[in-house]
């Protein structure tokens, strides 16, 4: 069976959906773009992006696009379910300079891990969570920049889904992150240049 229907079948999982589909969006709407692509989740649309396994069918370590192609990859679970190290080379890959990976995934180092266990009951997708800090560390070890942290779906639940991003990680059910691709290069300055005068530069 699919874990991931773990997000419409109790309490949890549908509040669990809520903040990051509110995450994905606000970050979607943040920043202006051209080209984008999300990576997991199918049956979650984040305003009108295409989607992998819903609108294009693609491996995520090997995807049908140009390097340097896209500004945003919306990822969220995409790197909780396969070879992590290639997926994120793929990721710097396809996306262009300053582009922005925008991904969620469920903690594993949490208090909800234990109340889990505690109620004799198995962590969504158990086995197979990827703890922030080892993905950040592939990340980077890809060139990305981590340039944002939210911690989502804190204990105890709030009454109404919301994003909190003072929450603590070891309260949290779900981690959430915006990663950059930034390139080394020379780039113009937002500038006036004065007529006749030398156009300046910034590396």
């Given at each position: 069976m699919?874990?991931?229907d773990?997000?419409e079948?109790g309490?949890?999982?549908?509040y669990?959906a809520?903040?990051?589909?509110?995450?994905?969006?606000r970050?979607?709407?943040?920043?202006?773009?051209?080209?984008?692509?999300q990576?997991?989740?199918p049956?979650w649309e984040?305003?009108?992006?295409?989607c992998?396994?819903?609108d294009?069918?693609?491996?995520?370590?090997a995807l049908?696009?140009?390097?340097?192609?896209?500004?945003l990859?919306?990822v969220?679970?995409?790197?909780?379910?396969?070879d992590?190290?290639?997926?994120?080379?793929?990721?710097?890959r396809?996306?262009?300079?300053?582009?922005?990976?925008v991904?969620c995934?469920l903690?594993?180092?949490?208090?909800?891990?234990?109340?889990?266990?505690?109620?004799?009951?198995?962590?969504?997708?158990?086995?197979?969570t990827l703890?922030?800090?080892?993905l950040?560390?592939v990340?980077?070890?890809?060139?990305?920049?981590?340039?944002?942290?939210?911690w989502?779906?804190?204990?105890?639940?709030?009454?109404?889904?919301c994003?909190?991003?003072?929450?603590l990680?070891?309260?949290?059910?779900?981690?959430?992150?915006v990663?950059?691709?930034?390139t080394?290069?020379?780039?113009?300055l937002d500038?006036?240049?004065?007529?006749?005068?030398?156009p300046?530069?910034a590396?």
């Open positions: 699919d874990w991931t773990w997000f079948r309490a949890v999982g549908r669990a809520c903040c990051e589909r509110d995450f994905l969006e970050m979607a709407r943040e920043r202006p773009f051209r080209t984008a692509l990576l997991g989740m049956q984040t305003d009108g992006v295409p992998v396994g819903r294009v069918m693609a491996d995520f370590a049908p696009f140009a390097a340097e192609s896209m500004d990859l919306l969220p679970h995409g790197f909780e379910n396969g992590c190290e290639a997926f994120a080379r793929e990721a710097w396809v996306l262009a300079g300053d582009g922005r990976l991904l995934g903690n594993p180092h949490s208090l909800w891990r234990l109340l889990y266990r505690a109620e004799g009951k198995l962590f969504p997708n158990s086995g197979r703890p922030f800090g080892r950040k560390a990340l980077e070890e890809a060139g990305f920049e981590t340039a944002a942290t939210e989502l779906v804190c204990w105890p639940l709030a009454d109404a889904p994003h909190a991003e003072t929450g990680s070891v309260l949290a059910l779900v981690y959430a992150a990663c950059v691709k930034h080394v290069g020379v780039r113009p500038v006036c240049v004065p007529a006749g005068g030398r300046v530069f590396v």
